[in-house]
């Protein structure tokens, strides 16, 4: 459910420490749906993330009109003490759109960084692999392992995707849904195997993938969306062969394991994404945002211009997903995709 506030000035604030904040927008990240399914009930308010700008502040650490990004779930208005709030970097340009805080600049784009340096731990000249590579993790994976100077394999589900991935660098990418074997794909695409494979996917993927690694090769388990709505769980093939006779190292992460070197991301993504939009390539997903709501069903999904006025005027909007044309989503299990910003 979004909870709606008509009017900020149903807030007061009361204790000195206390700041009103209004959402700007809210992202969509698949996360949601193995929590939500996990934690949540009929009624309660859907977690997630926003960029948020402070209407009032009895807080002297925050000023009015700052923007922040903050996980108080899909709500218009809330209170906070400031402590659970992350600033945008402060050389933010102000032409930059502040949603890549959800995505590029934000939780996602330091999954693929944190997750491609200290889990993959790629070195250039390797061969990379993600699948979901269209999406707001892998997009990045694919984009920063070609700046390190690896070859770069990526699949996704639909050609509009595949024509993309080419466009913004890969070296290799099909569809996963259209080929006529997963194996033969992986192996056309680098015959010798793969060093590195970024997993958002799991499930037959992975299962399929692991074949192809190389000796010493490194998976890092980001994710496993083809199973988050599973409701009796996948059975085998297993890894253990493959893992052994390959010497492989698999290992899960989450992206707040690097929570400390939150400012280090971030500031290398914004430098990354600078240098990209100054040399007028590269693409940048961002989560689909929207606002609109009316009791527990979604009605209508938008970016808010009104508070986005920085956006460049030949900004294009990509979507991959249903996102644009999906209404009346049952609550809370509301899975839209997202949505590409081209700088
Ligand atoms: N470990 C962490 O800290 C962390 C942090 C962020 C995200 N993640 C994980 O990273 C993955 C990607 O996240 P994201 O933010 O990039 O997502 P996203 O932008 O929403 O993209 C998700 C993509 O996954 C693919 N997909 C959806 N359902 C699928 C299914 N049943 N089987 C196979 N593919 C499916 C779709 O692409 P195609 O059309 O190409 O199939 C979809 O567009 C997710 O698994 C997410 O949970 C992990």
New binding site residues.
Partial sequence: MLSCTANAQEFALSFVTELLLESVFLS????M??YSQRNMKEGDIMIGTQVARIVESKNPDFTVGVFVVARSGWRTHFISDGKDLRALPPNWPESLPRSLAL?TIG??G??AYF?LLEVCKMKSGETVLV??????????VGQLAKIWGCKVVG????DD?VAYLKKIGFDEAF???TVASLDEALRKASPDGYDCFFD????E?TTVAINQMKTYGRIA?????????DSVPQKGPYVQMPMIFKELQME??????WNNRWEEGLNTMLKWVMEVRKEGVGFC?V?FCFCLCKGSLVIAVEVKPQHDTFLPPDLIFES??DSQTIVNIPDPFCFV??CNIRL
């Fill in positions: 969509v990240d698949p996360y749906r193995p995505g939780m996602p330091l999954t997750g699948n979901a590579a269209a999406g707001a993790v892998g997009s990045v699949c996704a589900g639909s995707k569809n996963y849904k958002n996917v799991g499930g993927f388990l980001c994710g496993a969306i083809s199973q988050y709505n899960g992460f989450i992206v707040s394991r997903k989560p991959f997903g995709e997202t």
